[in-house]
């Protein structure tokens, strides 16, 4: 299928973006954690791309502007489970996602951390291809009352405030105001229990 085209959920790299770059991949914040997930369908942006470019345009640009494609993450997965190794400079890139791409939650200032990413992304990525083998294949994931965040794009700023801005740091107090804006209290609204 090399010659024909690929679903692609992801959001494109924006090379003006100084945020760091996850382009298959959604944060939830619950109750108690912070985590990175798929969405699958619940994705906002389905496209079609050709297969060259689905599997080696970066989808990871860390805050260092280290950039991983599909191709990296498919084959440092699999070849993993192996035991062999692609690259070192490309393994270091991805065992470095657990803190590169520079994402933090606090809840009642409790760090949370986020972990690594590449899992949630290859889940995206499997999804993408049943839906390119099947275009009836649907699957929406229930993430219950959690609040979902996507992209943090920065593209206005001097140099002191990008190196600033490559720590997206969020907070939020079970007892203070949601940050989806319903005015309501965070533990009453997404940080409900579920
Ligand atoms: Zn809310």
């Not at 002191?160 to 804006?181: E, F, H």
């Amino acid at each position: 299928m090399k010659g024909g085209k690929f679903i692609d959920t992801a959001d494109a790299f924006n090379p003006s973006n100084m945020a760091p770059h996850g382009g298959l991949v959604y944060m939830a914040l619950d109750a108690s954690r912070a985590r990175y997930i798929a969405l699958l369908d619940n994705a906002s942006k389905i496209t079609l791309k050709d297969f060259e470019s689905w599997w080696n345009d970066p989808v990871f640009v860390d805050k260092n502007g280290q950039k991983l494609t599909r191709q990296n993450l498919v084959l440092i997965a699999a070849n993993q489970a192996g035991g062999a190794h692609v690259d070192p400079a490309i393994d270091s890139r991805y065992a470095k996602l657990d803190t590169s791409l520079g994402h933090h939650a606090f809840i009642d200032n409790v760090k949370q951390e986020l972990g690594n990413p590449s899992r949630a992304a290859i889940r995206q990525i499997a999804h993408e291809v049943l839906k390119t083998l099947d275009p009836t294949y649907s699957k929406k994931p229930n993430h219950g009352p959690a609040l979902i965040m996507g992209q943090i794009s920065l593209t206005v700023g001097s140099p002191a405030s990008r190196a600033a801005n490559q720590q997206s740091t969020l907070r939020v107090g079970r007892n203070a105001l949601c940050p989806c804006g319903s005015g309501i209290k965070y533990k009453k609204c997404h940080g409900r229990p579920f």
